[in-house]
């Protein structure tokens, strides 16, 4: 066990590394500001464009995963990633240079992600898969409270080198967790084929998976759109992000041994159903105070579903198949962050942001029951009645 727990201290630091690249640049725009880049549709071009490819480069990278030692992705990630930082941070105001270094560092996060994922799945035991993914996504939420309000401070004390130079770090840190993984690890046992992506969405219980992280991915991105439902209702929308933040949290510091000894598959609609319970009820919340267990109630779901969906890859893959399927569960994630912001918008162009909360909560809670006892239950007793 104590080497489970080295395995896991690296696991969650590589984590909260590679997060705190992409979560320092939440303020890429008011650094665009101090170097005299003062074009909304610049800093939107550029925040965007590593989210685009970040999610268009998946499919490759899961491919890219599968042939390569683990500590190969690992490192060229890493470095892709501190290659990257260090062009943003020397770029100064140009939008074309800019736009290069954001593009490429989208692919490298991308390959650190889907590897960190892929290895995780596979060389952490199915007794602690649960609880691993618990410890391991609260180490991703972690430059949140800790990189970010550093970040803030440089930019606010007008120290935009500073801040350029944080990323950087986080990068370092991404490269020097590389080392220790073993150079023979590999994401396929010797003599083992590859599956191929007509294999990954041939298999079932993988479909499901597909489907169930989509649905709660529309939830976990609606988090967008709050801040236009409580300007709309004249509330602090912190409210309810922080609320959200600190329970998830809590919830997967404390109540991490109990995702080993529940059964996962029965876990994940339940989570759907309190992360768009949050939802509509946010939209009926009259005080800061009501506003905020509201975020409370989603950060419990987001607790349990974030992680679980996760340890579900383990799960319902083979082995052959896990780094497209590791992959795939990021690209779908990235594509309802896209999605989720565009249907609310759509929503509430016609029924204002209260009216949207409700249909798009009530219809995403309209399709758990289904989730659970169309899909979830039955390969659960598939599972079970294998396993006798």
């Known amino acids: 066990m104590a080497g489970y727990g080295a395995l896991l201290l690296r696991l969650t630091a590589a984590n909260f590394a590679v997060n705190g690249v992409s979560n320092t640049y939440y303020l890429l725009a008011a650094y665009l500001t101090c170097l005299g880049l003062d074009d909304p549709k610049a800093a939107g071009l550029v925040l965007s464009s590593y989210y685009a490819s970040s999610t268009l480069s ?106 350029a130079l944080l990323p950087v770090a986080a990068s370092l840190c991404c490269l020097f967790l590389a080392f220790p993984f073993r150079g023979d690890e590999m994401p396929v046992e010797t003599g083992e084929r590859p599956g191929s992506y007509g294999e990954v969405f041939r298999h079932r219980p993988v479909l499901t998976l597909f489907l169930s992280v989509t649905l709660f991915s529309l939830t976990d991105a609606a988090m967008l759109s709050v801040t236009g439902l409580a300007h709309a209702k004249g509330l602090l929308a912190s409210g309810f992000i922080s609320a959200n933040a600190a329970v998830s949290v809590l919830i997967r510091l404390t109540a991490f041994r109990l995702m080993d000894r529940l059964p996962r598959m029965s876990l994940v609609a339940p989570s759907l159903a309190l992360t768009s319970s949050g939802l509509i009820l946010a939209s009926f919340a009259s005080s800061n105070a009501l506003f905020t267990a509201c975020g409370a109630l989603f950060g419990l779901g987001m607790g349990f579903g974030f992680p679980m969906h996760l340890a579900l890859i383990g799960d319902v893959a083979p082995r052959p198949l896990r780094a497209k399927t590791s992959s795939m569960v990021w690209f779908f994630m990235a594509c309802c962050f896209s999605l989720s912001p565009l249907a609310i918008g759509h929503m509430a162009a016609l029924s204002g942001y209260e009216g949207a909360f409700r249909l798009f909560g009530g219809s995403l809670l309209l399709a758990a029951p289904g989730l659970h006892f169309l899909l979830w239950r039955p390969l659960a007793a598939d599972r079970t009645a294998t396993a006798r």
């Open 58 to 163: 998946r499919p490759l990278v899961g491919w890219l995963v599968e042939r390569l030692p683990f500590r190969s992705s690992f490192l060229l990630g890493a470095t892709v990633l501190l290659a990257c930082s260090l062009g943003l941070a020397l770029s100064g105001p140009s939008l074309s240079r800019l736009l290069f270094w954001r593009s490429l560092m989208g692919i490298g996060a991308s390959l650190f992600v889907v590897a960190l994922t892929t290895y995780q799945t596979l060389c952490v035991p199915e007794s602690h898969r649960g609880s691993s993914f618990a410890l391991t996504s609260a180490g991703s939420i972690a430059p949140l409270v800790t990189l970010v309000p550093l970040a803030e401070l440089f930019l606010t004390k007008g120290l935009p080198f500073a801040y």
